[in-house]
Protein backbone atom coordinates (compact mmCIF):
# COMPACT_ATOMS: atom_id res chain seq x y z
CA UNK A 1 0.00 0.00 0.00
CA UNK A 2 1.51 2.84 -1.34
CA UNK A 3 0.12 6.61 -0.20
CA UNK A 4 -0.24 9.41 -3.36
CA UNK A 5 -1.46 12.99 -3.07
CA UNK A 6 -4.15 13.33 -5.08
CA UNK A 7 -5.12 17.70 -5.74
CA UNK A 8 -8.61 18.36 -6.16
CA UNK A 9 -9.07 22.12 -5.90
CA UNK A 10 -7.25 23.35 -3.25
CA UNK A 11 -7.34 19.90 -0.99
CA UNK A 12 -5.09 17.18 -0.72
CA UNK A 13 -6.48 14.19 -0.47
CA UNK A 14 -4.56 10.96 0.47
CA UNK A 15 -5.24 7.76 -1.41
CA UNK A 16 -4.08 4.26 -1.10
CA UNK A 17 -2.39 2.62 -4.19
CA UNK A 18 -2.81 -1.16 -4.34
CA UNK A 19 0.18 -2.93 -6.27
CA UNK A 20 -0.39 -5.80 -7.87
CA UNK A 21 1.17 -7.98 -10.45
CA UNK A 22 0.08 -11.19 -12.49
CA UNK A 23 1.40 -14.32 -11.17
CA UNK A 24 2.01 -15.27 -14.98
CA UNK A 25 3.60 -12.15 -15.67
CA UNK A 26 6.07 -12.73 -12.24
CA UNK A 27 6.68 -16.32 -13.00
CA UNK A 28 8.05 -14.88 -17.00
CA UNK A 29 10.75 -12.71 -15.05
CA UNK A 30 11.56 -15.95 -13.22
CA UNK A 31 12.48 -17.07 -16.21
CA UNK A 32 14.46 -14.66 -17.99
CA UNK A 33 16.52 -14.52 -15.00
CA UNK A 34 16.91 -18.03 -14.57
CA UNK A 35 16.34 -19.89 -17.96
CA UNK A 36 14.40 -23.08 -17.32
CA UNK A 37 15.81 -24.02 -20.67
CA UNK A 38 19.34 -24.11 -18.68
CA UNK A 39 19.11 -26.27 -15.91
CA UNK A 40 20.93 -29.65 -15.85
CA UNK A 41 18.94 -33.38 -16.56
CA UNK A 42 18.64 -34.21 -13.50
CA UNK A 43 17.57 -31.28 -11.98
CA UNK A 44 13.61 -30.22 -11.34
CA UNK A 45 13.62 -26.17 -11.77
CA UNK A 46 10.41 -24.56 -12.36
CA UNK A 47 7.11 -24.29 -10.74
CA UNK A 48 7.03 -27.12 -7.57
CA UNK A 49 3.64 -25.85 -6.15
CA UNK A 50 1.15 -24.20 -8.66
CA UNK A 51 -1.14 -21.71 -6.89
CA UNK A 52 -4.59 -20.60 -7.44
CA UNK A 53 -4.15 -16.80 -6.89
CA UNK A 54 -3.70 -14.87 -9.39
CA UNK A 55 -2.00 -11.64 -8.87
CA UNK A 56 -0.01 -10.69 -5.89
CA UNK A 57 2.07 -7.49 -4.25
CA UNK A 58 4.49 -9.82 -2.40
CA UNK A 59 7.47 -11.89 -3.51
CA UNK A 60 9.78 -14.07 -1.13
CA UNK A 61 12.86 -15.51 -1.94
CA UNK A 62 14.55 -17.88 -0.19
CA UNK A 63 17.94 -20.67 0.11
CA UNK A 64 15.66 -23.61 1.12
CA UNK A 65 11.92 -24.49 0.59
CA UNK A 66 11.95 -25.85 4.53
CA UNK A 67 8.41 -25.89 6.40
CA UNK A 68 9.98 -23.01 8.40
CA UNK A 69 11.14 -20.90 6.35
CA UNK A 70 8.31 -21.58 3.78
CA UNK A 71 5.71 -20.21 6.46
CA UNK A 72 7.56 -17.10 7.07
CA UNK A 73 7.43 -16.05 4.05
CA UNK A 74 3.26 -17.16 3.65
CA UNK A 75 3.09 -15.46 7.35
CA UNK A 76 5.00 -12.18 5.30
CA UNK A 77 2.06 -12.84 2.54
CA UNK A 78 3.85 -14.10 0.06
CA UNK A 79 2.27 -14.77 -3.51
CA UNK A 80 5.11 -16.29 -4.76
CA UNK A 81 7.91 -17.94 -3.33
CA UNK A 82 10.92 -18.31 -5.47
CA UNK A 83 13.98 -21.14 -3.81
CA UNK A 84 16.96 -22.03 -5.08
CA UNK A 85 16.50 -25.39 -3.72
CA UNK A 86 13.95 -27.50 -5.50
CA UNK A 87 10.86 -28.97 -2.91
CA UNK A 88 11.33 -32.24 -4.54
CA UNK A 89 13.08 -33.76 -7.19
CA UNK A 90 11.13 -36.45 -8.96
CA UNK A 91 7.21 -36.25 -8.35
CA UNK A 92 6.06 -37.65 -5.28
CA UNK A 93 2.72 -38.98 -4.28
CA UNK A 94 1.12 -36.45 -1.39
CA UNK A 95 1.02 -38.57 1.39
CA UNK A 96 2.86 -39.66 4.57
CA UNK A 97 4.67 -37.01 6.40
CA UNK A 98 7.68 -34.86 6.48
CA UNK A 99 9.13 -31.70 5.15
CA UNK A 100 7.60 -32.12 1.73
CA UNK A 101 4.20 -33.03 3.02
CA UNK A 102 4.13 -30.00 5.72
CA UNK A 103 5.54 -27.72 2.66
CA UNK A 104 2.49 -28.80 0.71
CA UNK A 105 -0.32 -28.22 3.09
CA UNK A 106 1.25 -24.80 4.63
CA UNK A 107 1.35 -23.54 0.61
CA UNK A 108 -1.55 -25.08 -0.87
CA UNK A 109 -3.88 -23.81 1.76
CA UNK A 110 -2.82 -20.20 1.10
CA UNK A 111 -3.12 -20.58 -2.64
CA UNK A 112 0.25 -19.14 -3.37
CA UNK A 113 2.88 -20.51 -5.93
CA UNK A 114 6.20 -21.80 -5.33
CA UNK A 115 9.04 -21.80 -7.88
CA UNK A 116 12.48 -23.17 -7.32
CA UNK A 117 15.81 -21.93 -9.37
CA UNK A 118 18.71 -24.03 -8.79
CA UNK A 119 20.57 -25.40 -12.11
CA UNK A 120 18.72 -22.55 -13.99
CA UNK A 121 20.23 -19.80 -11.85
CA UNK A 122 23.48 -21.56 -11.48
CA UNK A 123 24.91 -21.52 -15.29
CA UNK A 124 23.33 -18.62 -16.30
CA UNK A 125 26.20 -16.79 -17.24
CA UNK A 126 27.90 -13.70 -15.20
CA UNK A 127 24.46 -14.29 -13.24
CA UNK A 128 24.33 -14.16 -9.24
CA UNK A 129 26.40 -17.21 -8.78
CA UNK A 130 29.18 -15.79 -10.07
CA UNK A 131 29.30 -12.91 -7.23
CA UNK A 132 32.82 -14.55 -5.71
CA UNK A 133 34.51 -13.71 -9.23
CA UNK A 134 33.25 -10.18 -9.20
CA UNK A 135 34.23 -9.27 -5.75
CA UNK A 136 37.62 -10.78 -6.28
CA UNK A 137 38.02 -9.05 -9.39
CA UNK A 138 39.31 -12.05 -11.48
CA UNK A 139 40.24 -11.52 -15.38
CA UNK A 140 40.32 -13.90 -18.13
CA UNK A 141 37.66 -15.31 -16.92
CA UNK A 142 35.52 -18.92 -18.14
CA UNK A 143 33.62 -21.37 -16.82
CA UNK A 144 34.68 -24.37 -14.86
CA UNK A 145 32.71 -26.62 -16.82
CA UNK A 146 30.25 -26.28 -19.47
CA UNK A 147 26.51 -27.40 -19.39
CA UNK A 148 25.35 -26.76 -22.85
CA UNK A 149 26.60 -24.29 -25.32
CA UNK A 150 24.84 -23.50 -28.88
CA UNK A 151 25.81 -21.09 -31.77
CA UNK A 152 23.47 -19.46 -34.07
CA UNK A 153 22.23 -20.41 -37.55
CA UNK A 154 21.97 -18.50 -40.52
CA UNK A 155 19.27 -18.79 -42.74
CA UNK A 156 19.28 -18.20 -46.36
CA UNK A 157 16.58 -17.16 -48.52
CA UNK A 158 15.73 -15.79 -52.67
CA UNK A 159 13.54 -13.25 -52.70
CA UNK A 160 11.81 -11.71 -55.57
CA UNK A 161 12.01 -8.26 -54.36
CA UNK A 162 14.02 -6.01 -52.69
CA UNK A 163 13.63 -6.09 -48.40
CA UNK A 164 12.99 -2.66 -47.45
CA UNK A 165 15.05 -0.91 -44.63
CA UNK A 166 12.13 -0.60 -42.46
CA UNK A 167 11.13 -4.50 -43.35
CA UNK A 168 14.34 -5.34 -41.96
CA UNK A 169 14.56 -3.83 -39.05
CA UNK A 170 11.10 -5.48 -37.95
CA UNK A 171 13.22 -8.53 -38.66
CA UNK A 172 16.42 -7.17 -36.87
CA UNK A 173 14.24 -6.25 -34.12
CA UNK A 174 12.77 -9.70 -33.08
CA UNK A 175 14.62 -11.94 -30.27
CA UNK A 176 17.60 -13.54 -30.94
CA UNK A 177 18.29 -11.83 -34.49
CA UNK A 178 22.11 -10.63 -35.00
CA UNK A 179 22.42 -9.59 -38.05
CA UNK A 180 20.14 -9.46 -41.95
CA UNK A 181 22.01 -8.70 -45.17
CA UNK A 182 20.91 -8.55 -48.71
CA UNK A 183 22.60 -9.32 -51.55
CA UNK A 184 22.72 -7.61 -55.58
CA UNK A 185 21.14 -10.70 -56.42
CA UNK A 186 18.26 -10.59 -53.71
CA UNK A 187 19.53 -13.39 -51.84
CA UNK A 188 18.22 -12.34 -48.24
CA UNK A 189 21.14 -13.66 -44.86
CA UNK A 190 20.23 -14.20 -41.29
CA UNK A 191 21.57 -15.09 -38.49
CA UNK A 192 20.07 -15.73 -35.28
CA UNK A 193 19.81 -17.96 -32.21
CA UNK A 194 17.93 -21.44 -32.92
CA UNK A 195 15.88 -21.41 -30.51
CA UNK A 196 13.92 -18.21 -32.11
CA UNK A 197 14.25 -19.00 -35.64
CA UNK A 198 10.63 -20.25 -36.15
CA UNK A 199 9.23 -17.15 -34.86
CA UNK A 200 11.55 -15.52 -37.38
CA UNK A 201 10.53 -17.40 -40.47
CA UNK A 202 6.98 -16.46 -39.32
CA UNK A 203 7.36 -12.93 -39.60
CA UNK A 204 9.46 -12.98 -43.20
CA UNK A 205 6.54 -15.02 -44.17
CA UNK A 206 3.90 -12.54 -43.37
CA UNK A 207 6.03 -9.86 -44.62
CA UNK A 208 6.77 -11.55 -47.69
CA UNK A 209 3.16 -12.14 -48.21
CA UNK A 210 4.87 -16.17 -48.77
CA UNK A 211 6.84 -18.74 -46.97
CA UNK A 212 10.50 -19.14 -49.28
CA UNK A 213 12.66 -22.21 -48.78
CA UNK A 214 14.72 -21.18 -46.64
CA UNK A 215 18.65 -22.69 -46.34
CA UNK A 216 19.80 -23.58 -42.93
CA UNK A 217 23.15 -24.48 -41.52
CA UNK A 218 24.40 -23.52 -38.34
CA UNK A 219 27.89 -21.25 -37.46
CA UNK A 220 30.73 -22.45 -36.09
CA UNK A 221 30.94 -18.94 -33.77
CA UNK A 222 29.76 -16.84 -32.03
CA UNK A 223 29.24 -19.71 -29.10
CA UNK A 224 26.66 -19.04 -26.59
CA UNK A 225 27.76 -21.25 -23.55
CA UNK A 226 26.09 -21.83 -19.99
CA UNK A 227 27.67 -23.70 -17.07
CA UNK A 228 28.98 -24.18 -13.52
CA UNK A 229 31.29 -22.75 -11.73
CA UNK A 230 34.25 -20.27 -12.96
CA UNK A 231 38.27 -19.80 -13.38
CA UNK A 232 40.66 -16.41 -13.31
CA UNK A 233 43.18 -14.53 -12.87
CA UNK A 234 43.58 -12.33 -10.00
CA UNK A 235 44.76 -8.37 -10.87
CA UNK A 236 47.95 -9.32 -8.92
CA UNK A 237 49.15 -12.47 -7.25
CA UNK A 238 48.59 -13.26 -3.49
CA UNK A 239 50.55 -15.34 -0.78
CA UNK A 240 48.17 -17.37 0.57
CA UNK A 241 47.40 -15.92 3.90
CA UNK A 242 47.16 -12.81 2.14
CA UNK A 243 44.35 -14.50 0.18
CA UNK A 244 42.84 -15.99 3.17
CA UNK A 245 42.69 -12.72 4.57
CA UNK A 246 40.91 -11.53 1.55
CA UNK A 247 38.64 -14.16 1.44
CA UNK A 248 37.57 -13.70 4.87
CA UNK A 249 35.98 -10.46 4.52
CA UNK A 250 33.92 -11.75 1.51
CA UNK A 251 32.87 -15.07 3.41
CA UNK A 252 30.38 -15.22 5.94
CA UNK A 253 31.55 -18.48 7.59
CA UNK A 254 33.37 -18.61 10.66
CA UNK A 255 35.05 -22.08 9.84
CA UNK A 256 36.46 -23.64 6.80
CA UNK A 257 38.20 -26.82 5.79
CA UNK A 258 41.66 -27.02 3.47
CA UNK A 259 42.74 -29.99 1.90
CA UNK A 260 45.57 -30.45 -0.89
CA UNK A 261 48.74 -28.83 -1.63
CA UNK A 262 49.53 -24.93 0.06
CA UNK A 263 50.59 -23.22 -2.93
CA UNK A 264 52.59 -20.27 -1.96
CA UNK A 265 51.73 -17.90 -4.47
CA UNK A 266 47.94 -17.84 -5.81
CA UNK A 267 47.81 -16.23 -9.28
CA UNK A 268 44.49 -18.07 -10.70
CA UNK A 269 41.33 -18.83 -8.85
CA UNK A 270 38.47 -21.67 -9.34
CA UNK A 271 35.21 -21.52 -7.22
CA UNK A 272 31.61 -22.90 -7.64
CA UNK A 273 29.01 -23.05 -5.33
CA UNK A 274 26.75 -25.39 -3.40
CA UNK A 275 28.09 -28.93 -3.98
CA UNK A 276 31.40 -28.73 -6.69
CA UNK A 277 33.78 -31.10 -4.84
CA UNK A 278 33.34 -32.83 -8.54
CA UNK A 279 35.10 -30.04 -9.98
CA UNK A 280 38.75 -30.16 -8.62
CA UNK A 281 40.23 -32.31 -11.12
CA UNK A 282 38.25 -29.21 -14.12
CA UNK A 283 40.21 -26.50 -11.91
CA UNK A 284 43.26 -28.26 -11.57
CA UNK A 285 43.30 -28.70 -15.70
CA UNK A 286 42.53 -25.15 -15.66
CA UNK A 287 45.68 -24.18 -13.81
CA UNK A 288 44.00 -22.77 -10.65
CA UNK A 289 46.06 -22.51 -7.65
CA UNK A 290 43.02 -22.89 -5.37
CA UNK A 291 39.60 -24.32 -5.29
CA UNK A 292 37.18 -23.06 -3.49
CA UNK A 293 33.18 -25.00 -3.15
CA UNK A 294 31.56 -26.53 -0.16
CA UNK A 295 30.60 -30.14 0.39
CA UNK A 296 34.29 -31.75 0.29
CA UNK A 297 34.61 -35.42 0.92
CA UNK A 298 36.83 -37.34 2.39
CA UNK A 299 38.65 -39.45 -0.73
CA UNK A 300 38.30 -35.84 -2.89
CA UNK A 301 40.82 -34.29 0.02
CA UNK A 302 42.89 -37.25 0.03
CA UNK A 303 43.46 -36.88 -3.63
CA UNK A 304 43.29 -33.10 -4.41
CA UNK A 305 46.01 -32.44 -6.83
CA UNK A 306 45.06 -28.75 -5.55
CA UNK A 307 44.66 -26.15 -2.76
CA UNK A 308 40.24 -26.44 -1.86
CA UNK A 309 38.91 -24.60 0.07
CA UNK A 310 35.49 -25.65 1.56
CA UNK A 311 33.69 -22.66 2.77
CA UNK A 312 30.41 -24.79 3.01
CA UNK A 313 27.67 -25.25 0.43
CA UNK A 314 25.40 -22.73 2.81
CA UNK A 315 27.64 -19.81 2.69
CA UNK A 316 28.21 -19.39 -1.06
CA UNK A 317 24.42 -19.78 -2.09
CA UNK A 318 22.96 -17.84 0.72
CA UNK A 319 24.84 -14.33 -0.83
CA UNK A 320 23.59 -15.79 -4.75
CA UNK A 321 19.97 -15.59 -3.46
CA UNK A 322 20.49 -12.39 -1.64
CA UNK A 323 21.97 -11.29 -4.94
CA UNK A 324 19.12 -12.30 -6.81
CA UNK A 325 16.23 -11.16 -4.70
CA UNK A 326 18.04 -7.22 -5.71
CA UNK A 327 17.92 -8.67 -9.13
CA UNK A 328 14.11 -9.64 -8.91
CA UNK A 329 13.24 -5.99 -7.17
CA UNK A 330 15.05 -4.32 -9.82
CA UNK A 331 12.65 -6.14 -12.44
CA UNK A 332 9.46 -6.18 -10.63
CA UNK A 333 7.83 -3.30 -11.04
CA UNK A 334 6.07 -2.03 -8.04
CA UNK A 335 5.85 -5.48 -6.08
CA UNK A 336 7.36 -5.72 -2.89
CA UNK A 337 10.55 -8.52 -3.19
CA UNK A 338 12.03 -9.58 0.14
CA UNK A 339 14.82 -12.00 1.13
CA UNK A 340 14.47 -14.35 3.83
CA UNK A 341 17.79 -14.98 5.54
CA UNK A 342 18.15 -18.63 5.95
CA UNK A 343 20.19 -20.45 8.76
CA UNK A 344 23.45 -22.71 8.26
CA UNK A 345 22.34 -26.09 9.16
CA UNK A 346 25.33 -26.98 10.18
CA UNK A 347 26.30 -26.20 14.03
CA UNK A 348 30.34 -26.54 15.32
CA UNK A 349 31.16 -28.09 18.51
CA UNK A 350 34.81 -27.07 19.57
CA UNK A 351 36.45 -28.07 21.76
CA UNK A 352 37.60 -26.71 24.74
Not at 100 to 128: C, E, F, K, N
Not at 167 to 173: G, K, Q, R, S
Not at 303 to 316: A, N, T
Request: glycine letters at 8%.
Amino acid sequence: MLPRGKPYGSILFMVQVDKYMKIKDILAFFRILAPEANQSSWDNCGIQIAGTIQETDKVAVALEPTPAMVGKCLEWGAGAVITHHPLYMKPKAPIGDGMYMDVLRRTIGTGAWLYAAHTSLDTRPQGPAFWLGKRLKLENTRFLEIETGVTPIEASFYAERAVSPQEADAWANLKGVHSISQSRAREVRVVCDEDGWNKVADAIEFTMGQRPVFYLHSLAAPRNEVGFGEVGTLPNPLGLDEFLTVLEGLIDKEVWSMAGPQPEKISTVAYCGGSGSTLIRNAAQAGADVFITGDMKYHPAVESPICVIDVGHFSLEEEMMRLFAEELDNSLDGVEVKFFKGDDPFRFHVKK
